[in-house]
């Protein structure tokens, strides 16, 4: 291939010479023209007269009109002009027919070179050419989409080798790539889950740290107002703060209980002033507040019942939220293992339709040549089945089983059926042979002949099924060679008896071997 396309290569150079040579040809011959057009203007003589012929005719004129000066001198220039432009038209026209006869030449050597005829016409050659070129693109082509068709299974299986390499590195054990892939999809959600939570307690740390520096901060702000506190005390040191501090802490004390009772009573006085509230405390019968107080606290108790109730609702809604939450924990491991089985079913699938439509055109073609040489191929047979068995059998037929499966059957001359496991094995044996006979003398009709080796065929039979089948032989031997190999002597005898001596040749191989091969 790479010698056509080189060939190819240098053709299609050598034809652009070609085209260039007959392109500056035409260029010339097109000067030429022009020029021979402008002297038989100029001389009014016919424009198809020979170019040398109006050269010479202007010649002659301009030699008979030198007289005149003016016109004799228009006239030689023109002359001059003329036969100078007329001088590279010549050259370049031998030039342009000895280039056209080497790109002939040229033409007809490369066409030779690759396969196609010396005297093709350029154009016929062209579109040959043409024809090749485009079974080249349709070549180029195809290696593009082989090429491709390599990348993308090399990506997969290098993609796969990444797979098992990373997952080995993190310790992930699977069958197959997709199950590498899914386990470590789960290893990366459990490294993410860890990675928030280390950003978290990260993040906690940081403040604790943040609250840390706080609280140094004020001791040494406390620090600070302590040793004010002394001075502004007149004491020698912080511990002659106590006594004061102790009575201080237990005016605070106080203060701080009365303003808790006063805001305990601001409370309840829902609006009015504590004076105001106490004042109208003081005016209520004593009597009447215990009846209410009872009236106060069953409300209070109904209250509390409710609140209780309320509480148990809420426990049992966190309830349902954590089964919730833990339910779709577990539907995120459901999809993912549902996800690595879609994958896995997607490989198989495709397997599947693979096989089964290679299992389809299997059982179609297999069908297709059933049906088209059952019906020769079993009369033949029977024919032959029928002569080997001395009309033990009429012939064969084909009928089907329970499950609608074609079987082969022998037809007894009463119309009886048998069944090939009904046979004895002798005459099961004689089936056989008699559909491998049919079936050689079937390919013969469209094959070329081969010869057919027989290595100890007749050792199963007895002798009168041995004579039934010899002459089978004969037939088949006139249109293929048959070598029949045996080391049994009686078999030659009966050969002898059952085709005579001229029906076979025999040539004996030692330790009284014998080779039997019927003349063609």
């Known amino acids: 291939m790479e010698e056509w396309l080189e060939a190819w290569i240098k053709f299609k150079a050598l034809l652009r010479q070609l085209r260039a040579a007959e392109e500056s040809f035409r260029q010339t011959s097109s000067q030429v023209e022009n020029a021979r057009t402008v002297l038989a203007a100029v001389l009014t003589e016919p424009v198809d007269k020979a170019f040398a012929v109006l050269f010479e005719d202007a010649k002659r004129q301009v030699q008979q009109g030198e007289q005149a000066a003016g016109r004799r001198i228009q006239i030689a220039n023109q002359l001059q002009e003329l036969k100078i432009q007329s001088e590279p ?163 605070d004390d106080a203060l701080k209980q009365l303003t808790s009772i006063r805001a305990t009573l601001s409370g309840l006085a829902r609006g009015q002033t504590v004076d105001d509230f106490l004042a109208r405390i003081k005016a209520q019968d004593v009597d009447a507040l215990s009846e209410k107080k009872n009236t106060l606290q069953g409300q209070k108790q109904e209250k509390e019942a409710a609140l209780l109730s309320v509480r148990d609702i809420q426990s049992g809604l966190k309830v349902q939220r954590k089964t919730l939450e833990a339910a779709g924990d577990a539907a995120a491991d459901y999809r993912q293992k549902a996800e690595s089985c879609a994958a896995r079913m997607k490989q198989d699938a495709s397997l599947f339709v693979r096989l089964r439509l290679a299992a389809y055109f299997l059982q179609a073609q297999i069908e297709r040549f059933r049906k088209e040489n059952q019906g020769p191929l079993l009369a033949k047979s029977g024919q032959v089945f029928q002569s080997i068995t001395r009309g033990a059998f009429s012939g064969l037929g084909a009928e089907f089983d329970a499950d609608d499966t074609p079987v082969l059957v022998g037809l007894r001359p009463d119309n009886s059926r048998v069944s090939i496991a009904g046979m004895s094995d002798g005459t099961r044996d004689q089936l056989y042979l008699a559909l491998r006979l049919a079936a050689l003398d079937k390919h013969l009709e469209t094959k070329e002949p081969m010869p057919l080796i027989l290595d100890d065929l007749l050792i199963t039979f007895d002798d009168d099924r041995v004579a039934a089948i010899l002459p089978q032989l004969p037939t088949l031997a006139g249109r293929t060679q048959i070598l029949l190999f045996t080391h049994h002597d009686h078999l030659v005898e009966i050969c002898r008896k059952t085709l005579g001596v001229e029906g076979f040749h025999l040539h004996a191989l030692g330790n009284g071997a014998g080779k039997k091969r019927n003349s063609l």
């Open 89 to 251: 038209f010549e050259q370049n026209s031998a030039r342009l027919a000895t280039a056209v006869e080497s790109a002939t030449k040229k033409w007809a050597e490369q066409c030779h070179s690759i396969g196609m005829p010396k005297n093709i016409p350029p154009k016929s050659g062209l579109a040959l050419l043409q024809e090749r070129k485009e079974l080249l693109a349709h070549f180029d082509n195809w290696n593009e989409v082989s090429t491709k068709s390599k990348r993308i299974k090399e990506a997969v299986r290098q993609y796969e080798v990444e797979v098992s390499e990373k997952a080995a590195a993190l310790g992930v054990q699977g069958d197959s790539t997709e199950t590498q892939e899914s386990d470590m999809w789960k290893s990366l959600t459990s490294a993410r889950a860890a990675q928030t939570r280390y950003e978290q307690l990260h993040g906690q740390a940081q403040e604790a740290k943040a609250a840390h520096e706080k609280l140094q901060l004020a001791l040494g702000q406390a620090t600070h107002a302590l040793q004010e506190l002394v001075h502004l005390a007149g004491v020698e040191s912080a511990e002659n703060l106590e006594p004061l501090l102790a009575n201080l802490e237990l005016r």
